[in-house]
């Protein structure tokens, strides 16, 4: 089966610095994807970022990118440039390439951004 | 865009009453995933669906039973409810017949059911 471990539970940072918010995972399979989400507030469920396994690059979306590790197992989330409005659980999600497979996701880091 | 509907967005039940969710994918998504997430929880998977055939199933209890329909539209039955079933409820669909890529789940804005 596999399991998805975020070690940080809280985290904090100033605006305008940069976090990096850790994530790993166990898995047999060769390919699979990896994800995170934010969870705001507003409990709605966002997807931040990508990545697909077979895919040497690290994924980036504006100030979001990722350390991929896949030796290691590995799926780090870099936020740049915080902003007051990056204040979530983040969520770290892993699912099999099967077309219907589901998300399995992590515990999850809560992130507060101050001024 | 059109997003995932969910309905109703709150819910208030006493225990061992019956509540129905209900979730309407996006336009052409065939696939429905529900989700439990308790207070400071992790969203837990229940169930899914694809083109109205139980696809999957997770840790879903006996007491809750959950189908998708012709017109792709999912409802999430609970009996006997209990209090450890307050939760926020998440419905995602997903295209689950494409060529290449990612399965990309785009979730609801929940349904919290809270039972006294």
């Known amino acids: 089966a596999q399991t998805v471990t975020q070690s940080q539970p809280e985290m904090s940072v100033q605006e305008a610095e940069t976090v990096t918010l850790s994530c790993t995972y166990d898995?047999?399979?060769?390919?699979?994807?990896l994800f995170w989400y934010k969870q705001p507030p507003s409990r709605q469920m966002i997807l931040v970022i990508r990545?697909?396994?077979?895919?040497?690059q690290n994924a980036t979306e504006n100030r979001f990118s990722v350390n991929f590790q896949k030796a290691a197992k590995s799926f780090s989330l870099k936020i740049s440039d915080s902003q007051l409005g990056d204040t979530a659980m983040y969520f770290c999600a892993f699912m099999k390439p099967w077309n219907t497979d589901k998300l399995i996701f992590g515990t999850g880091t809560r992130l507060q951004v101050f001024p | 865009a059109a997003g995932v509907i969910q309905s109703p967005r709150h819910l208030i039940k006493e225990k061992r009453e019956t509540a129905t969710l209900k979730c309407y994918p996006i336009p052409r998504h065939d696939t429905v995933y529900w989700y439990q997430q308790g207070p400071g929880q992790d969203p837990q998977f229940l169930i899914s669906f694809y083109e109205k055939m139980q696809s999957d199933k997770g840790s879903i209890p006996d007491r809750f039973s959950a189908q998708q329909f012709s017109d792709y539209h999912s409802e999430l039955n609970m009996s006997s409810l209990e209090l450890g079933d307050s939760a926020l409820y998440f419905c995602?669909?997903?295209?689950?017949?494409?060529?290449?890529?990612?399965?990309?789940?785009?979730f609801g804005a929940g349904s919290r059911l809270t039972v006294l």
């Open positions: 898995t047999s399979e060769n390919n699979y994807y």
């Open positions: 995602a669909s997903s295209l689950g017949d494409r060529a290449v890529g990612a399965n990309v789940l785009t």
């Open positions: 990545q697909e396994a077979y895919k040497q």
